[in-house]
């Protein structure tokens, strides 16, 4: 017999407490080495700053062994800034992410335990060169990761009641192999966000672009847009699309087209820009975006908790065996002041400004189901997102002088 449980499956067709602290905890599974006495491969450390990084005895030296292991936390705080929440395993240099990810073993499943679920984004990340076939144009790894990633963020969902999205590179990528490229819009692995692009250190790639992302979505609101042009530009002084072609003169509309998170830039402005959020789904999918799946995550654990108060609870019912009007009342009343609470008061769900009532959530409980005979109660639950600007178009010419 199945034990108690309080479970809320996400659901295409929605509308159009969680600390806001914990909304942008990071977890990195990284490539490197044990430091005796300090470092142990397989074992999560939770770090604020790249100080504590140090404290475990890993520097930034060329000749340092963990010097990729470095310059991915570093990239990661540059963009975050210090005080960011981030948990970090290092694994053997031969683990490629679709192992660091796998839920069948413990990498990635270990530190989002030990992060006792606080861990909301997941990013994998190999300095190693991951191998390319002649008609391609990813890594042989990345497919079995992008399928791995999305199995993991299921097994955190249905398994501990705390979603998280994963990051993961594109490696092996060229840009003249742009055509080749595997559409992402073809898949159905919503969790999941390819990044293509390196950080450069003149002809040198250094650390990963992925944890350049991971570190703003370390320090956005869940509702926020990763590439939002006010924001400002990623902390990063170069970047390339492969490690040779500039982002400016790379084909970076077919990269983007076919779902990649890459970069851009934007005349008038310096630096560089997230170019769109996609995660590894068709664009008619609710969650395609990574805001709305970061969205949508916050408001599944906020009506977990608030449900979970009611688990076991006595249910007054009708003769019928339904749930009587003025308790279904009352949960639903419960769930949608806990996440307007906790989310539309910080502005993290789309409301109507002329409409005072408008929480941005809605809760119905099914008043026909049968609870004393099936001892459930079934709950809907719809948040309103944002919509987003991804293309602005205006129309400019010279004003009439009337004589």
């Known amino acids: 017999m199945a034990k108690p449980y309080v479970k809320i499956r996400f659901a295409n067709g929605a509308l159009g407490s969680v600390p806001a602290s914990a909304d942008g905890v990071v977890g990195m599974v990284v490539n490197g080495s044990a430091v005796t006495g300090k470092l142990e ?7 604020r700053d790249i100080d504590g990084l140090v404290a475990l005895g890993v520097t930034g030296a060329a000749t340092d062994a963990n010097k990729y292991l470095y310059q991915c936390v570093e990239l990661f705080y540059a963009e975050a800034g210090k005080g960011a929440e981030l948990w970090v395993m290092v694994v053997a240099s031969a683990t490629l992410p679709s192992a660091m990810l796998d839920p069948n073993l413990d990498n990635a499943k270990k530190l989002i335990r030990a992060s006792k679920g606080r861990v909301r984004t997941v990013v994998a990340l190999t300095s190693a060169t991951d191998t390319v076939a002649e008609d391609a144009a990813l890594g042989s790894d990345v497919a079995t990761a992008i399928t791995k990633g999305q199995a993991l963020g299921e097994w955190a969902t249905d398994t501990l009641y705390a979603p998280v999205l994963v990051l ?3 490696k092996g990528y060229t840009d003249a ?4 490229l595997p559409d992402l819009t073809e898949g159905t692995d919503n969790r999941v966000g390819v990044v293509i692009g390196q950080v450069m250190d003149g002809d040198t790639a250094v ?8 570190g703003r979505i370390a320090k ?6 990763i590439g939002r042009v006010r924001d400002g530009a990623l902390k990063i002084q170069s970047a390339t699309i492969d490690g040779m072609v500039e982002i400016a ?5 077919t990269v983007n087209d076919k779902g990649y998170i890459t970069l851009t830039t934007h005349v008038g402005r310096s630096g560089y820009y997230v170019c769109d959020d996609h995660l590894a789904t068709a664009v008619g999918d609710d969650y395609h975006s990574l805001a709305r799946r970061r969205v949508v995550d916050k408001a599944y654990r906020i009506a977990h908790n608030t449900l979970l108060n009611y688990l076991n609870d006595e249910v007054a019912c009708n003769g019928d065996g339904t749930i009587v009007a003025a308790v279904a009342k009352a949960w639903e009343a419960d769930v949608v002041a806990a996440i307007a609470n906790q989310m539309t008061a910080n502005g993290e769900l789309g409301t109507d400004p002329a409409d005072s009532k408008d929480k941005g959530v809605k809760c119905e409980v099914d008043r026909e189901q049968d609870v004393v005979s ?3 109660v079934k709950v809907g639950i719809a948040v309103k997102p944002y919509g987003y600007a991804k293309y602005v178009e205006a129309e400019i010419g010279f004003m009439k002088i009337q004589s």
């Not at 491969?41 to 770090?47: D, F, R, S, T």
């Not at 192999?177 to 080749?180: L, Q």
């Open 168 to 170: 993961i590179e594109g």
């Open 249 to 253: 003169d790379a084909d970076i509309d």
């Open 220 to 225: 956005i609101p869940v509702q926020r847009h």
């Open 374 to 376: 099936t001892s459930k």
């Open 177 to 180: 192999a742009a055509v080749a």
């Open 41 to 47: 491969l397989g074992k999560p450390y939770v770090l």
């Open 207 to 214: 650390g990963s672009l992925a944890a350049v992302i991971a």
